[in-house]
């Protein structure tokens, strides 16, 4: 079973450059989230979605643009890339509100 | 507002010696209560969560954390250390809402 898969695993931007973060499941999970870990900060939440066609804002947005279009997929964009977004990105998914999520690996991203 | 605290940033303990991690938690009403680990380079794996019922909850590989409402408390233990516990920590909370809220992480060494 593939779970989360994210790609890429590693990505270098250059300041002011755009690119899409993929994350796909395979679980039929209504639920999907990015979430963005820099060091000592923990996991914060970015945008999340609780269906196809609907996203919404968690508490990091800023810089950040997502869409649901299908289940399986839910793509984190970054436009016009800052040194701040700088970290590693975790797509995440859940079937049931509360239960447990279940994370890719992560994609780990450096703007220089 | 809700918030998860780790007052360990980074714990070090002997193999085969017993562990302890603290998590307090501010929450308007009883939230589920999660611990995950994260390996290194790798995603979010749950150990463990509570809902409610008994509040000693049992995890996996050998994990187990007691929440204590009166202290706002859901501490992680192990009784006996191995070296590939060395991982770090999260605890989350959520209550009936898409979000979680995450810790900022205890980073557990293990030495032999």
């Known amino acids: 079973n593939a779970g989360v898969t994210q790609t890429p695993k590693f990505h270098i931007l250059k300041i002011g450059q755009s690119m899409t973060l993929q994350c796909t499941q395979d679980m039929n999970h209504n639920y999907m989230y990015w979430y963005r870990q820099d060091p000592g900060m923990g996991l914060k939440l970015i945008y999340y979605s609780v269906g196809a066609g609907i996203t919404d804002k968690g508490e990091v947005p800023n810089g950040y643009n997502v869409s649901r279009s299908t289940t399986e997929d839910f793509p984190l964009r970054l436009e016009l890339a800052a040194p701040s977004q700088t970290s590693v990105y975790f797509c995440?998914?859940?079937?049931?509100?509360?239960?447990?999520?279940?994370f890719g690996s992560g994609t780990q991203l450096s703007v220089l | 507002a809700q918030s998860v605290t780790q007052p360990d940033i980074h714990i070090t303990v002997s193999e085969g010696a017993s562990l302890e991690l603290r998590c307090n938690y501010s929450?308007?009403?009883?939230?589920?209560l999660f611990w995950y680990v994260q390996s290194p380079g790798q995603g979010l794996q749950l150990l463990l969560k509570y809902f409610s019922g008994d509040t000693l909850v049992q995890g996996i590989k050998g994990f187990e954390a007691e929440f204590k409402r009166s202290q706002s408390s859901f501490n992680l233990r192990k009784p006996s250390v191995h070296w590939s516990d060395a991982a770090e920590y999260f605890c989350?909370?959520?209550?009936?809402?898409?979000?979680?809220?995450f810790g900022t992480g205890t980073r557990l060494q293990v030495f032999p």
């Open positions: 995440a998914t859940s079937g049931v509100v509360g239960e447990k999520l279940f």
């Open positions: 989350a909370v959520g209550e009936d809402t898409d979000k979680l809220i």
């Open positions: 929450y308007g009403a009883t939230p589920y």
